[in-house]
Antibody, heavy 122, light 107 residues
Framework: EVQLVESGGGLVQPGRSQRLSCEAS????????MHWVRQRPGKGLEWVAG????????DYADFVKGRFTISRDNAKKSLYLQMNRLRAEDTALYFC???????????????WGRGTLVTVSS | EIVLTQSPGTLSVSPGERATLSCRAS???????LAWYQQKEGQAPRLLIY???NRATGIPGRFSGSGSGTDFTLTIRRLEPEDLAFYYC?????????FGQGTKVEI
């Protein structure tokens, strides 16, 4: 089955770190760029970060630059998001998404996971 | 960064009627690189339309996209109860890709 399954969410204190994971199945993972998109409570969708098929290209939204790091392990068909110095405003449902191209830029998202919820609160 | 503004915020439509959703960009979306996603309550978004007017695999023919430049439209003909959802437009012509704030379709 073609799917993306996120994990790693939970309750975390402000200023602490959390690592999200996304496991892919049913398609050739290393043929595509991958992204994280988030949805804050009651809000719309926000692109967070993207990574090219071979990790040579990465890009971040301004609001996470310097705090979040996206990475992937093609052998494990997995995508990761290391989130440091978390803030209350990072509270959101984080979706793993698959691009339709190998590199960053000019791609839309044709497969989404169900998301993992990160709550930043003391 | 291209800002996408969707209207209306909420659209109330009866089953069998047509729904017209608008997405306006703050600057031209080159090559028509605009997609539409449907998100039902508690579910992940699903790709409906890409490159302005192309239906994604498995999407019913009652969904259609149109537009170019800064003005894009998603039309749902003969609305069905299962179409109750939020709809988001997404431009991927320039980095960072951005989403509209969404339109809620009420039946």
């Amino acid at each position: 089955e073609v799917q993306l399954v996120e994990s790693g969410g939970g309750l975390v204190q402000p200023g602490r770190s959390q690592r999200l994971s996304c496991e892919a199945s049913g398609f050739t993972f290393d043929d595509y760029a991958m992204h994280w998109v988030r949805q804050r409570p009651g809000k719309g969708l926000e692109w967070v970060a993207g990574i090219s098929w071979n990790s040579a290209g990465v890009d971040y939204a301004d609001f996470v630059k310097g705090r979040f790091t996206i990475s992937r392990d093609n052998a494990k068909k997995s995508l990761y998001l290391q989130m440091n110095r978390l803030r209350a405003e990072d509270t959101a449902l984080y979706f793993c998404t698959k691009d339709i191209v190998t590199t960053l830029g000019f791609g839309y998202f044709d497969l989404w996971g169900r998301g993992t919820l990160v709550t930043v609160s003391s | 960064e291209i800002v996408l503004t969707q209207s209306p915020g909420t659209l109330s439509v009866s089953p069998g009627e047509r729904a017209t959703l608008s997405c306006r960009a703050s600057q031209s979306v080159s090559s028509g690189y605009l997609a539409w996603y449907q998100q039902k309550e508690g579910q992940a978004p699903r790709l409906l339309i890409y490159a302005s007017y192309n239906r994604a695999t498995g999407i019913p023919g009652r969904f259609s996209g149109s537009g170019s430049g800064t003005d894009f439209t998603l039309t749902i003909r003969r609305l069905e109860p299962e179409d109750l959802a939020f709809y988001y437009c997404h431009q991927y012509s320039s980095s960072p890709g951005t989403f509209g704030q969404g339109t809620k379709v009420e039946i």
